[in-house]
């Protein structure tokens, strides 16, 4: 079946604009993650759904950075008023379920996102 | 939270040669340690995987072991390509799913 699509592939920016991006998971996975990669980084955990669960928002670096999942499938990520800071690879995982289960993730393409 | 360190952040071998890389975690907690690979441009994808109620798994040329006492674990890649080349991550489970990532090795296979 499909893998983890994201949407847009690239974005580039103003600075101070809103930006969305777009996670569609595989389906049948319950568990949702977003990560932030900057240039020549690791990934930087952001945020993680689980079923109908309250999301875990503990990477979330700034209250600008917010994400919901509509009818446990597709998942926005929202970056409000964008900063340079804010430029990177934005990618989302799915796995088949979270928790202490065995949940191989997999990741999408990612979203790279430039803000000038 | 949980803190991954791998090292080395850069490693250049011969191909035909061996590689190491070795990676420690802070949460004795963590029981799933994955390994990824991601190609330049690329999405990172699994290599293997090793659970806490194990010491070693391979697969081929790729094997992981774990030593859970002293919170480290390592991949080695024997016999290596140029198709071997890429940034290699290394990552940690706590909590409920999270994963926390290391800072990623950067291997380049010499022809």
């Known amino acids: 079946g499909a893998g983890v699509s994201q949407s847009p592939s690239n974005k580039v920016t103003e600075k101070g604009k809103d930006v969305e991006l777009r996670c569609d998971p595989i389906s049948g996975h319950t568990a949702l993650y977003w990560y932030r990669q900057s240039l020549g980084q690791g990934l930087e955990f952001l945020i993680y759904f689980q079923g109908n669960s309250a999301p875990d928002k503990s990477g979330l670096p700034s209250d600008r950075f917010s994400a919901e999942r509509t009818g446990g499938s597709v998942s926005t990520l929202t970056i409000q008023r964008t900063q340079q800071e804010d430029s990177a690879v934005y990618l989302c995982?799915?796995?088949?379920?979270?928790?202490?289960?065995?949940?191989?993730?997999?990741f999408g393409a990612g979203t790279r996102l430039s803000v000038l | 939270g949980e803190n991954v360190e791998q090292h080395p952040s850069t490693l250049s071998v011969q191909e035909g040669d061996s590689a190491v890389i070795k990676c420690t975690y802070s949460?004795?907690?963590?029981?799933?340690f994955p390994w990824y690979k991601q190609e330049l441009g690329k999405r990172p994808q699994l290599i293997i995987d090793?659970?806490?109620?194990?010491g070693e798994k391979k697969d081929q040329r790729i094997a992981v072991t774990l030593n859970k006492t002293a919170k480290h674990f390592s991949l080695h890649i024997t016999e290596t390509q140029p198709e071997d080349s890429a940034v290699y991550f290394c990552?940690?489970?706590?909590?409920?799913?999270?994963?926390?990532f290391g800072s990623g090795t950067q291997l380049t296979v010499l022809p």
């Open positions: 949460d004795s907690a963590s029981n799933y």
């Open positions: 990552a940690a489970r706590w909590a409920l799913g999270q994963l926390t």
């Open positions: 995982a799915s796995s088949l379920a979270g928790g202490l289960a065995k949940n191989i993730q997999y």
């Open positions: 090793i659970r806490s109620n194990v």
